[in-house]
């Protein structure tokens, strides 16, 4: 698997990528909140971050993460692609050559809290609520 710099042209289809990964992990965000979430992941979030993906042989993208201050902003994997790797390859791209060392996870995704501490990560507090004050506990993590 390669990881890529990503470019501004890739950013619809990896809304779509987070989209289809939120549906098939968050089963705690409602229809609102993915609406309410999509224009500010494409607008705010992605130009925020130091971005990276994996692409599949054809082309498209089953992966991507986010990275900002050492921090894994975000990491979505296809739910066709999960379990093949995608998120070790992009999380370990993140921890060698970007320096990340910290991450949030939603608490009530624990496949994803599974994963980060399968990575190396600790939780180290915990928040209520989110960045946007919404009611979705975050847990704090740190290799």
Not at 53 to 63: F, P
Not at 66 to 78: P, Y
Not at 86 to 95: C, F, N, P, R, W
Request: contains cysteine; charged residues 20%; hydrophobic residues 45%.
């Amino acid at each position: 698997m390669i990881v890529e710099n990503v470019l501004l042209e890739y950013y619809a289809e990896m809304l779509k990528v987070w989209e289809n990964s939120v549906r098939a992990t968050h089963d705690f965000i409602s229809e609102e909140d993915i609406k309410f979430f999509k224009p500010i992941i494409i607008e705010q979030a992605f130009p925020a971050v130091t971005l990276r993906c994996v692409k599949n042989e054809s082309g498209s993208i089953l992966g991507f993460v986010g990275i900002h201050d050492s921090k894994v902003e975000m990491l979505f994997i296809s739910n066709e692609a999960r379990g093949q790797g995608v998120g070790k390859v992009l999380l370990q791209h993140a921890i060698e050559q970007l320096g990340a060392t910290k991450v949030d996870v939603n608490e009530q995704n624990p496949l994803a809290v599974g994963f980060y501490e399968h990575m190396g990560f600790k939780v180290v507090s915990r928040s209520p609520l989110d960045d946007m004050g919404k009611p979705f506990p975050i847990l704090h993590m740190t290799l």
